[in-house]
């Protein structure tokens, strides 16, 4: 294992046990080393990591430009799975920081190209992220749509996950719409 990778994983580490500050300097560290290796798809990844830790930190801004040229090199690259994670990630910080309308334009982005890449998992996750955002302003009836959409492709879905999904069920039940009433009619 290289250096960089030993310096990758126990960044990682750090950042699982929540010591971002030590995680953040131990991601610098490893940029360097990639950076040395001429790994540039690692150093972006890495770039990623340390966002997160700085978005742990508070520091959304240095998190964001950190993320920026991260999925800038992965566009570059043409490594659509890496740059719909970091607009994901992107996303969040941009959700933390009150900019609702941004993270909901990088979710969608990233939403469409994990579905473009066949990655239901990940597109239902993301749809889901754009319900919540959607309930936290209010949009209920919008959110309860999207949510609708997202769940359709979640194979395991979380606790909170599972009671919308009961909650949906329920509503078609009383409604009397849904996928069961459709193919009674086929």
């Given amino acids: 294992m290289s250096t960089a990778d030993t310096l990758k994983d126990r960044g990682i580490e ?27 798809d690692m150093v972006a990844e890495m770039q990623v990591n340390l966002g997160l830790a700085l978005h742990m930190l508070g520091q959304h ?29 992107m996303a969040r910080v941009y959700a933390k920081m009150g900019n609702t309308e941004q993270a909901i334009t990088n979710y969608r982005e990233a939403s469409a190209m994990f579905m473009d890449l066949g990655d239901e998992e990940n597109y239902g996750q993301t749809v889901m992220a754009i319900a919540d955002l959607q309930l936290r302003s209010g949009k209920i009836m919008q959110a309860a ?42």
Avoid at 150 to 170: C, I
């Fill in 14 to 40: 750090q950042f699982m046990q929540q010591d971002y500050e030590q995680a953040a300097d131990t991601f610098r560290q490893a940029i360097d080393q990639y950076e040395e290796d001429g790994a540039a």
């Fill in 61 to 89: 801004e240095n998190a964001l430009e950190q993320m920026n040229m991260a999925r800038a090199l992965f566009v570059q690259i043409d490594d659509t799975t890496r740059t719909a994670q970091a607009l994901g990630n």
């Fill in 145 to 186: 749509a999207t949510y609708e959409v997202g769940l359709e492709y979640v194979k395991q879905p979380n606790a909170r996950q599972r009671l919308m999904k009961n909650l949906l069920s329920l509503r078609d039940k009383i409604t009397g719409t849904g996928g069961d009433q459709a193919d009674e009619q086929s």
